[in-house]
């Protein structure tokens, strides 16, 4: 049962908890059950959680002796969630920023899908090219074929040399080489990207948030749930600077919560915080915060701003699907169809304008 659970898996757990909250079920009795009805992690995981909970445990103390198997990020949300005393609104704000996070993810994933495929195909197209058109043209240059012909073959040489591949004792083509690792590369990403670090920006999981267009849509709903989170934790009369240090100790951003803890003992001096000390929160609510305004007035633009920040995440999900795969396609497509034909189309014609010259036929149209 070793590794983090997936951002899917701790949706689906984190849904149940705050369904069996709301509705007053006790958590032994009904994360039980309904572990009982899943299999693999999950369902083990969901068993333990109810099982400690019959022991008397807390839920905060139940998901501490799951150790790495549940981020921190979430037990940091538990605790927030019952000390505002609103557990299962802070809950469900955590699946709403979850489930936009593996909705880029996803979109992401299937934008890049086709243009990989062409991508793939012409590489391997390329490879053909190289070693078995390419030498065809060769010979009939009788060993000594033009300078872009023979780069060209020398190319297809290199790609189809085999070395040994290291702790096996097998060969391997180097052409292979280049493929196997963008595969890798990509599994190791998605895997990564997979892991519930939902609010957070640390390990595997900060490779999404340096993807070009993928990167400013998870910012934007990491920013949606502080905001959610903040205001949750103020309307229920939990003092501003400990909201902040809160609401930061759920991103599990350490540069964040270095950030948060500044800002902390600037609001309890009575001190306004610096742009540097709320760098990383919503530069809205960071100003508010500065500006001493009231609870009803702090609570109502941290709501507006979460929901304005979820939107931008929308309408950054809806481009994503789709002109991504469009400009990918076009991009991708493009480069492949350009590489290919001057490879091919580039020695054909200096052969044909060979022949002609040795056999003095002018390729002109005639008049």
Known sequence: MAGSISLEELVALNDEIAALVRSGVPLDLGLAGWGGDLSGRLGHIAKELGAASGRGASLSESLAQQGDRLPPVYRAVVDAGMRAGRLPAALESLSTSARFLEDTRRTAGLAVLYPLVLLTLGYFLLWFVLTQTLPAYAILYDGQPPRLLSTLLELGRGLSREIPLPGTGRMILVGWIAPLLVAALLMVWWRGARRAT???????????????????????????????????????????????????????????????????????????????????????????????????????????VADTYRRRVARRARWLGDYLPLWLVALIGGGVVTIVAVATILPFTELMQGIATMTNISLRPRP
């Open 198 to 304: 939902v609010m957070g920006g640390q390990g595997r999981g900060r490779w999404v948030e340096r993807l070009p267009l993928v990167g400013p849509a998870v910012r934007d709903a990491r920013l949606a749930a502080q905001a959610e989170l903040l205001g949750l934790l103020v309307e229920n009369n939990v003092p501003l600077d400990e909201a902040v240090l809160l609401a930061a100790e759920c991103s599990a951003d350490r540069q964040l919560i270095g950030n948060a803890q500044q800002m902390h003992a600037s609001l309890a001096k009575g001190a306004a915080p610096t742009p540097d000390e709320w760098s990383g929160f919503p530069p809205l609510l960071g100003w508010l915060a500065g500006s001493g305004a009231g609870q009803g007035t702090f609570v109502a633009i941290a709501h507006h």
